[in-house]
T-cell receptor, first 111, second 113 residues
Framework: EDQVTQSPEALRLQEGESSSLNCSYT??????LFWYRQDPGKGPEFLFT???AGEEKEKERLKATLTKKESFLHITAPKPEDSATYLC????????????FGKGTTLSVSS | NAGVTQTPKFRVLKTGQSMTLLCAQD?????MYWYRQDPGMGLRLIHY???????AKGEVPDGYNVSRLKKQNFLLGLESAAPSQTSVYFC????????????FGEGSWLTVV
């Protein structure tokens, strides 16, 4: 069964304190590993797609990496505005091509 | 920049009532999806469509029906609402030809009392 697991469920950081969020996956014929950001009361906002092991993508203080079993979202020197829930999802190689989501990591950054 | 638009944004229903959530996208996307999001459960796929006139069941389809009569619209129906259907519903869409990015709407908050 295809599955995506995120850890930790919640993470509290001080402003400037770098850390990483983990996403482990077992998705048949993975066609892409996605990261989304979700603010309270809003829909998921696309951040990155990673397609193959070894690939890395960056956006401001965020960097996503991918291995054959895991993806990491590294947050460097976070700011309070980075506080949100970060969702990881895998796109399987099957009809419908729907995303399989993890339960998310809620990040809180305090000043 | 409309993207994916959901209506209504908020609705309160009584048990047994019916309603329809409308999703409209202006990106000419082939694929459309309905997810529900519940605390501690993450986003779960209800139904999806790979093109106009086609629909298929996702992970949690019971109690819901869908229709895709026009390419830009994907309707989610609740024939007889139950308290277990209290949730936040998200519509999403994706192009079948250029890239795999899936875009989400802002959500519809449904409470069944």
């Amino acid at each position: 069964e295809d599955q995506v697991t995120q850890s930790p469920e919640a993470l509290r950081l001080q402003e400037g304190e770098s850390s990483s969020l983990n996403c482990s996956y077992t998705v048949s014929g993975l066609r892409g590993l996605f990261w989304y950001r979700q603010d309270p009361g809003k829909g998921p906002e696309f951040l990155f797609t990673l397609y193959s092991a070894g690939e890395e993508k960056e956006k401001e203080r965020l960097k996503a990496t991918l291995t054959k079993k895991e993806s990491f979202l590294h947050i460097t020197a976070p700011k309070p505005e980075d506080s949100a829930t970060y969702l990881c999802a895998g796109l399987a190689n099957q009809a419908g091509t729907a995303l399989i989501f993890g339960k998310g990591t809620t990040l809180s950054v305090s000043s | 920049n409309a993207g994916v638009t959901q209506t209504p944004k908020f609705r309160v229903l009584k048990t047994g009532q019916s309603m329809t959530l409308l999703c409209a996208q202006d990106m000419n996307h082939e694929y459309m999806y309905w997810y529900r999001q519940d605390p501690g459960m993450g986003l779960r796929l209800i139904h999806y469509s790979v093109g106009e006139g086609t629909t298929a069941k996702g992970e949690v389809p019971d109690g819901y029906n869908v229709s895709r009569l026009k390419k830009q619209n994907f309707l989610l129906g609740l024939e007889s609402a139950a308290p277990s259907q209290t949730s936040v519903y998200f519509c999403a869409s994706k192009s079948g030809y250029s890239g795999n990015t899936i875009y989400f709407g802002e959500g519809s908050w449904l409470t069944v009392v």
